[in-house]
């Protein structure tokens, strides 16, 4: 019956357009934050898959964080009323307007790709006057073992500071005085089917938290 109601109104629509199930969207987002609460996490919505006004207002009312990818994206998420607090910020290329801008709206975090972009944070954060929450993003150097082109874990992918310049650089990193490294961000691929990948992960993420 609602399938026939959806096409009928379609029909009515010049195209092409957009077509959005608000009352979906609200029906995921009951089941996904009712299950995330159980076990203390909090969600971060990518809001490069979808800006539209409406998508992230009714996202937002549900207390919902976000996932920033551009310093665009930042802005898009603070105007649209999101709590600063629940803003994660990660990309790589920033510039520092945009970092500028991240540090003065008082966001969760900026996830690092490099240890040059630290320096930098830390020294935006001096001018401000402010100590900035971070990530850092490792490129662990592991096959997936899915295909090559959504592979973003190997050494020679673009993201990320390599697993053995994590460590050997452990002390520098903490050295600077206006970050706050509060955690570890990690992306080695999409659709991966292999369990063993996620044991060789974890284990490379214990060693670089006790050594940080």
Partial sequence: MLSRQVADKLLQKETPFYFYDLGLLEKTLKTLTGEAEKYGYSIHYAIKANCDPRVIETIRRYGVGIDCASGNEVRCAIEAGFDPQKVVYAGVGKRDKEIRYAIEQGIFCINCESLEEMHVIDRIAAEAGKKVTVGVRVNPDIDPKTNHCIDTGQADCKFGISYEEVQSKAAEILS?????????????????RNFGV????CDKVNAIVENL
Avoid: F, M, P, T
């Fill in 198 to 201: 996620y044991n060789e992960l």
């Fill in 176 to 192: 600077l005085e206006h970050l706050d490294v509060k955690g570890i961000h990690l992306h080695i691929g999409s659709q991966i």
